[in-house]
């Protein structure tokens, strides 16, 4: 089962910054978050992870809380081809078999608006 | 261009039928993995290959087979045995555990 909980949808405007929470309250000391995004009938898209520091790319910024309990993906000017479902998983760094694999739930669907 | 190939984009079987999915890659990572994705559900694990010649059961293999010959393929074959087998398959690949998976652009199975 997935370790993380999403809300289920949301909705953000066109050159607006899109906030997407996740909590993870039994993260361990040893799991990474990621970030994946799944636009309509493609696979999905890495786009960011990080173990306790926030992190940036070019894509997005993660922020995560100082107890690791949750964390926000962070689109700084959403554009309509932003518009998909995105996948906050967290996964055991460092370890072979199953332990290490991705295990995605449902995400969030998030919708950028004009 | 390095990536990961899944073909074909669309297949449609009959019932009973075996069909196998296949996903070659060119980014030499060691692990790879197949997914199933029904509509608006998240990604299953079927089965996942860490090295050429071992692979592994995921959450949902019942139905499912998968060899390693190589590293860089791994083919699905989608067994008679799969009671719902019209699903979305993605392949994806990993190379490390600090670095994220990269995946196909999938498969569509419809069973008639």
Redesign the interface.
Known sequence: DAKTTQPPSMDCAEGRAANLPCNHSTISGNEYVYWYRQIHSQGPQYIIHGLKNNETNEMASLIITEDRKSSTLILPHATLRDTAVYYCIVRVAGVSGSQGNLIFGKGTKLSVKP | DGG?TQSPKYLFRKEGQNVTLSCEQNLNHDAM?W?RQDP??????IY?S?IVNDF?K?DIAEGYSVSREKKESFPLTVTSAQKNPTA?Y?C?TGQG??Y???????T?LTVV
């Open positions: 990961i993995y997914y608006g559900q998240g990604l299953r694990l996942y860490q592994q995921g979305f993605l994806a555990f600090n994220g998976y990269t995946f196909g652009s999938g569509r």
